[in-house]
């Protein structure tokens, strides 16, 4: 099942080959937060796809917000432009990614970081 994470989170955020050293540990610790909030009684196999594409989703976003920005902001030459993308791009890709994988496993998954508070009436 973590080589079909991989798999996924390497081709949902580009990683290339000097990125890859860094992207397994990440797939290993995304399968490792999702097993963790699986509700009682179930398993990874149990959510099936919703599993393995949840956890390559937050490898990804973990990916991408360990990326950053920095990188080249425009540059024209010609008939040819480049724009890499920046500190908030990577930010909001990374939360787009994290919800995504939220809504798949909204099923199998425990409630993270949520709590109820007392409200005097």
Sequence with gaps: MTEEILMLARAVSGAGEAEQPLLEPLCRAARRRWEARLRPGLTP????????????????????????????????????????????????????????????????????GFCFRGVRG
Aim: charged share 20%.
């Design 45 to 112: 196999e149990d959510c099936g796809a919703a599993f393995v594409c949840a956890a390559a989703f937050t490898a990804a976003a973990d990916l991408a917000a360990g990326r950053g920005g920095g990188g080249v902001s425009a540059f024209t030459a010609g008939d040819i432009s480049v724009k890499g993308r920046g500190t908030a791009e990577s930010a909001a890709l990374a939360r787009g990614l994290r919800e995504t994988a939220e809504g798949l496993m909204a099923p199998y998954a425990k409630e993270d």
